[in-house]
């Protein structure tokens, strides 16, 4: 195994942890609020803090990345994420829980305009290897539920902290002492005569668009990875035997849909990438809808449609910000793209908690989705419009 190989295998491992180790907390919070004695709405609403960061610490550590070297982040981002996961899972009070989870999210927060970057340097056609690396992702968010579910059933919702935690800390004491440390690739670094360094024509309206998707995209993502489990508790009743039977059902959801980001990855480079995109906003504002009413059989095939949308956008997505944006500055674009993504996202949290308790549960919270992303696929349409220079 080469270099790169072995850099791919760690920062492939890193998008499993960093989307996992964030998501514990939406399935354990299910045990959490009965030892606690707080309803779901209460204790669900505490993460809002660690899920904020993790998308508002992005944009520095995009920065240092560039500047600095982007291992040593890295490094920093496994053993950080590893031992906060850990120490959560000792906490013996609501306080204990809210700074643990808080230092999650900002941990958690160097993976993407880090990771990305640093997979991506120096790969002419990025689509495959993102799609690949969004499967490892989205296979994080696949295992926290299963995880957590098994877990609780053995150890406690203590023990599906703990365990995790200490598996990534080894994982990045191995990439700190085995991955060669790369290069800063800043303004000190960028060889301006080359033609990769320049942005291509039209980027500034690419940019534009991808950030408004990117905003709503992220509220949509968030809101169905971390209320699926509660969905499926929900609609399923007696359908499913306990708490290992909602949480490995939503765990097949994500893992079965997570394969449509290798399948657009390796399509978006042979074809339009913007078509792509547009194809599969579309299918969102069909299938949501149909989620807020869905019980059964047709609530876990709409939630497959769905998540394999949520989930294959984004290697399309972050193809075309390769393709705009040259390495020196990719850092920096991709922190402004999670900061919008993550932190937007994070309105999930206290939404989902408010229309959960105050509401009619899930009902309206789909609905409202659905209408918001119609302004993904009208944004989508924007990048059709013609331009001087082709980009794909």
């Given at each position: ?13 890193g998008h499993f942890f960093d989307h996992m180790l964030i998501l514990i907390y939406a399935t354990a919070v299910i045990a959490i609020s009965t030892e606690f004695g707080r309803t779901y709405g209460e204790i669900i609403a505490i993460a809002t803090p660690g899920f904020v960061l993790f998308g ?337």
């Amino acid at each position: 195994m080469n270099a790169d190989q072995l850099r791919t295998l760690f920062l492939n491992a890193g998008h499993f942890f960093d989307h996992m180790l964030i998501l514990i907390y939406a399935t354990a919070v299910i045990a959490i609020s009965t030892e606690f004695g707080r309803t779901y709405g209460e204790i669900i609403a505490i993460a809002t803090p660690g899920f904020v960061l993790f998308g508002a610490m992005s944009l520095p550590f995009g920065w240092l990345g560039d500047r600095f070297g982007r291992h040593g982040l890295m490094s920093l981002f496994f053993i950080g994420i590893g031992t906060a996961t850990a120490l959560t899972g000792l906490s013996t009070s609501i306080w204990h829980l809210s700074i643990g989870l808080t230092v999650v999210g900002i941990c958690a927060a160097i993976y993407h305009p880090v990771g990305i970057p640093m997979l991506v340097q120096g790969v002419d056609k990025p689509g495959k290897k993102l799609g690949i690396n969004g499967v490892f992702g989205n296979m994080g968010v696949a295992a926290a539920p299963l995880v957590v579910g098994a877990m609780m059933a053995t150890y406690g919702w203590r023990g599906a902290f703990i365990g995790p935690g200490l598996v990534c800390i080894l994982v990045g004491l191995l990439f700190w002492k085995l991955v060669p440390a790369d290069k800063p690739v800043g303004p000190k670094q960028k060889n301006t005569t080359e033609p990769a360094a320049a942005f291509l024509d039209g980027w500034r309206r690419v940019l534009v668009s991808l950030g408004i998707i990117t905003l709503i995209a992220g509220l949509i993502f968030s809101s169905t990875t971390i209320a699926l489990p509660k969905l499926f508790e929900e609609r399923f009743t007696d359908a499913l035997p306990g708490a290992l039977g909602f949480t490995a059902l939503a765990s097949l959801v994500y893992a079965i849909a997570s394969f449509a980001q290798v399948a657009a990855g390796a399509a978006v480079d042979k074809y339009s990438a913007k078509s792509m995109l547009i194809i599969i906003l579309s299918t969102q504002v069909v299938v949501l809808p149909i989620m807020a009413f869905a019980e059964g059989p047709l609530l876990f095939v709409s939630s497959l449609f769905l998540m394999a949308g949520v989930f294959g956008q984004i290697p399309i997505i972050d193809t075309m910000l390769t393709r705009y944006v040259p390495d020196s500055h990719r850092g920096r674009v991709f922190s402004v793209k999670y900061l919008l993504n993550l932190s937007v996202g994070a309105m999930a949290i206290p939404m989902i908690a408010g229309m959960h308790q105050w509401a009619d549960g899930f009902l309206t919270l789909f609905q409202v989705l659905a209408v918001i992303a119609l302004i993904m696929v009208g944004a989508a349409f924007i990048l059709r419009r013609p331009q001087p220079v082709a980009a794909e």
